[in-house]
């Protein structure tokens, strides 16, 4: 039975990933930085840990707790929607400390085993922001970019080891929490002087001509984790294929963003 150690778990994507991998009957270890037990039906093969990304020893005592894992998943993620004129560079900082150093710092946390196995895949799943430019989401496109960089690059670093690295590019998906989870951290980002550029971006994202799901994401996920190619790329819902249409790198051999077959 292989394992997989999915970050960010309490919903969205996260949630619906850890459902997906034990339905495939894989052994689950589904973490979140405050533990909802009652979100996933627990067993000897599905597991709720507490895990903090931004902190190192809440990383070192997660990895000690779940041994040795064929997969990780780095899906914990803040979103932020506004005006980057207004938001305060320790919110931006808040979103890299997460999304990016967040993610690198569970990499980097188990490496040593999978290379010492020369085995196994870390999937970093980002954002369809990262395929084309969208407004008022500069921070957080940042975020998300600077971890598609990272992966790229880990990826032709650790070849060698037969340890694979992948990037799952969720589209928008209008069923997440993204906007309720970040309430807090947004209030005040939109100012009058932006709020009717902003209105018209809201109109559009309440209308989109194509969306992506949660499920579409668990799938993405799946494939990536299964894929013993060099394939790089796997953009999760109808939109964020689209988008990956239009990029020079689309069909090339180890970066194909091709549709799941």
Known sequence: MKTVLITGCSSGYGLETARHFHAQGWKVFATMRTPRTQL????STLHVLPLDVTQPESIARTLETVGPIDVLVNNAGLGLF???EA???ATVRDIFETNTFGTMAM???VL???RARRAGTVINVTSSATLAPMPLVAAYTA???AVEGFTESLAFELEAFNVRVKLVE???APTTRFAANGADRMQGLVTPAYAPYAQSVFAMFAQPAAATSEQDVAEAVWQAANDATQRLRYPAGADAVALAARHPWFGEVGHSPAVAA
């Open 82 to 84: 506004g005006a980057f």
């Open 107 to 109: 990499t980097q946390a």
């Open 40 to 43: 996933l039906p627990l067993s």
């Open 112 to 114: 040593p085993q999978l």
């Open 170 to 172: 969720p589209g928008y």
């Open 87 to 89: 938001t305060p560079m």
């Open 143 to 145: 975020s998300k970019t």
